[in-house]
């Protein structure tokens, strides 16, 4: 400080740049819980030891109470400590500061908090010794929520349905029926609480024979206008002999117009495409038009469709196809009673086994004692849309429409 023949005191200060800051996070959306926060600045004035260091979070974004973390270089400090409602850091000093002396104070995973459910950028304050050096400050970034209601796979029966998840990429029996059985691995994506269906296999009831079914990957990436009008651009579909984790022979379907003979697994199989002028909200996955298999038996008629994740929408539109996936329709089930594995516990159709219940994210369905006629459900949010259309298209044997 300075002053003046009449002794007024004036601080002496000089105006910096906005702190740097550093982010390290494996994305922003809601839920994440980034690793390491780095906020590096060049002191305005001059302090001294025992003055605070503050920094103000405009979200609450660290994690609450926490006294360990930091890693400060340029200073030391006595003690620190976040807030209990995670938006405040302070640390005290242990030193005299002059001014224009660099800081990097280095806010470890400890320190940090789970991004909230609150969309928007999150900016920062610094204050030192109680005075204002920043205001505003960017860096941080911007936390993104999702719009929608989710993304865990669903199980629909009727009016009533169940949130689940499965361990990813593992092949799980979903369908048991007297003629064939259906099983189903999801994918995980921005974060662990986001599922959805990536593989189908069908296969006869001995395993002997399969047709597997796979969403294509980084749809986002490809080029649909160097693809054959006939060729199937959103699934993969081979057909093989064995059992599916370890088959004698496998072959590829690329068409949409491909055979598959009624004697190789006893069941009908078609595929089918949505078109651009039918009434669904979502027709296409980006520039792809959605692709369904058909497959009507003895005990089950459903569809495996391509669908987009629309839980994504507006600036996140992208994601929708990254996070493309498969749903599933069950137009009929016949002898219901005869149904068995996940799905038909999570209809209600039969009761409820440990293995099952340890899926389930709500209360379990209560055990239906007939089958009324009700279409059934699995995979992403939207799956009415698709019933809607197939039921409206059974004569229709090259494209799915409303």
């Known amino acids: ?49 025992g003055q605070t260091i503050k920094i103000t979070m405009s979200q609450p974004v660290l994690a609450p109470s926490v006294i360990t973390g ?18 405040e850091f302070t ?32 900016t920062m304050d610094l204050a030192i010794g109680g005075v204002n050096a920043a205001v505003n400050a960017p860096g941080y970034g911007t936390i993104i929520t ?8 669903i199980a629909r029966y009727g009016d009533k349905e169940l949130k689940f998840e499965l361990p990813p990429h593992v092949l799980t029996p979903l369908v048991t029926a007297p003629d064939m059985k259906l099983f189903g691995s999801v ?15 069908i296969s006869t009831s001995d395993e002997q024979r399969f047709m597997e079914i796979r969403i294509k990957p980084n749809l986002q990436e490809m ?75 003895s005990s089950v008629h459903m569809y495996i469709c391509s669908s987009p994740a629309d839980e994504y929408y507006g600036e996140l539109r992208d994601f929708a196809l990254k996070f493309a996936h498969l749903d599933m329709v069950f137009l009929e089930l016949r002898d219901g009673e005869k149904l068995t594995g996940l799905l038909p516990e999570l209809w209600g159709l039969q009761p409820m086994s440990e293995t099952s219940r340890g899926y389930v994210k709500d209360s379990p369905l ?36 409303v």
């Open 1 to 49: 400080s300075t002053g003046d023949s009449a002794g007024t005191a004036a601080t002496v200060f000089q105006v910096i740049n906005s702190p740097t800051v550093v982010l390290t996070t494996p994305s922003l959306f809601q839920g994440n819980t980034p690793s390491q926060l780095q906020v590096s600045f060049y002191t305005p004035f001059a302090s001294t030891s």
């Open 70 to 87: 930091l890693i400060l270089v340029g200073t030391t400090a006595t003690s620190y400590t976040t807030n209990t409602g995670g938006t």
């Open 91 to 122: 640390v005290i000093t242990n030193a005299n500061i002059a001014m224009n002396d660099p800081i990097t104070m280095t806010l470890q995973s400890a320190l940090m908090g789970t991004l909230p459910n609150v969309p928007g950028a999150v």
């Open 146 to 153: 999702i719009g929608g209601g989710g993304a865990d796979p």
């Open 187 to 201: 994918f995980e994506g921005q974060t662990s609480a986001e599922q959805w269906f990536d593989r189908m296999v």
């Open 223 to 297: 080029n649909h206008s160097k693809m054959s009008r006939s060729m199937l651009k959103t699934l993969t579909v081979h057909l093989g002999y064995g059992h599916p984790s370890d088959p004698s022979a496998m072959t590829q379907l690329h068409d949409i117009n491909s055979h598959v003979p009624l004697s190789f697994m006893g069941q009908h199989f078609s595929f089918r495409t949505v078109s651009r002028s039918d009434a669904l909200k979502f027709t296409t996955i980006g520039g792809f038009r959605r692709e369904c298999v058909d497959m009507a038996g």
């Open 366 to 401: 209560e055990t239906h004692s007939a089958l009324a006629s009700k279409s059934a459900f699995a995979g992403g949010i939207g799956m009415e849309e698709i019933e809607k259309a197939c039921t409206e298209s059974a004569n229709d044997n090259d494209t799915l429409t």
